[in-house]
């Protein structure tokens, strides 16, 4: 039924999803990367993707989202809801959560839809500890395209961070004022 979804919101939206078939494979059980993250409607693509390459994903979200009178809604998307102020070390229950279930962990390293000065680098520490690939996700306004940019294993941080921020360098975000190209 997902993938039924994300097929009739790409298709109402014009995007078209790019992701290489070897990708798809080595994209599974990863801490996937979404960015860039300057709009509400990130989610949707970002999540669609997913769907559309029948991927199990899951997301952190504050844990309200997750209470019963969101009805499980965010649940069935994907979303494991945390409390901020119960837990102070999110990159352990991260890892924690990936080396106990077989999905991947999208997370946006912006944090915000806001410009932001360098990217968080929770999710390099994630999966560098879970021992997983990174997975980088984008979505190109410009081209009104999805897909995955690479499947990395993460070295050490400053050429892994150098090598995602030639990635995405060409990737042009929906408010492009809002996106730092300049990631660390």
């Given at each position: 039924?997902?993938?039924?979804?994300?097929?009739?919101?790409?298709?109402?939206?014009?995007?078209k999803s790019e992701v290489a078939p070897e990708l798809i494979e080595r994209a599974k059980n990863t801490v996937t990367v979404a960015a860039p993250h300057t709009s509400n409607q990130d989610f949707i693509f970002s999540l669609g993707l997913f769907?559309?390459?029948?991927?199990?994903?899951?997301?952190?979200?504050?844990?309200?989202?997750?209470?019963?009178?969101?009805?499980?809604?965010?649940?069935?998307?994907?979303?494991i809801g945390v409390s901020r102020s119960q837990r102070k070390d999110l990159v352990s229950y991260s890892v924690e959560l990936l080396k106990t279930t077989n999905y991947n962990l999208m997370i946006a390293p912006e944090g915000t839809r806001n410009k932001v000065d360098k990217w968080k680098t929770g999710f390099y520490h994630i999966a560098k500890d879970a021992g997983?690939?990174?997975?980088?996700?984008?979505?190109?306004?410009?081209?009104?395209?999805?897909?995955?940019?690479?499947?990395?294993?993460?070295?050490?941080?400053?050429?892994?961070?150098?090598?995602?921020?030639?990635?995405?360098?060409?990737?042009?975000?929906?408010?492009?004022e809002n996106y730092n190209i300049k990631i660390y």
């Open positions: 039924m997902k993938y039924h979804i994300a097929k009739l919101v790409f298709l109402l939206a014009g995007w769907w559309l390459m029948r991927s199990p994903l899951k997301f952190l979200i504050k844990d309200s989202y997750t209470k019963w009178y969101f009805f499980g809604f965010f649940t069935w998307l994907g979303g997983v690939d990174i997975s980088l996700g984008y979505l190109d306004y410009s081209l009104k395209r999805a897909g995955l940019l690479a499947v990395l294993n993460p070295d050490d941080l400053e050429s892994t961070l150098s090598k995602i921020e030639d990635l995405y360098a060409p990737i042009q975000a929906k408010n492009p």
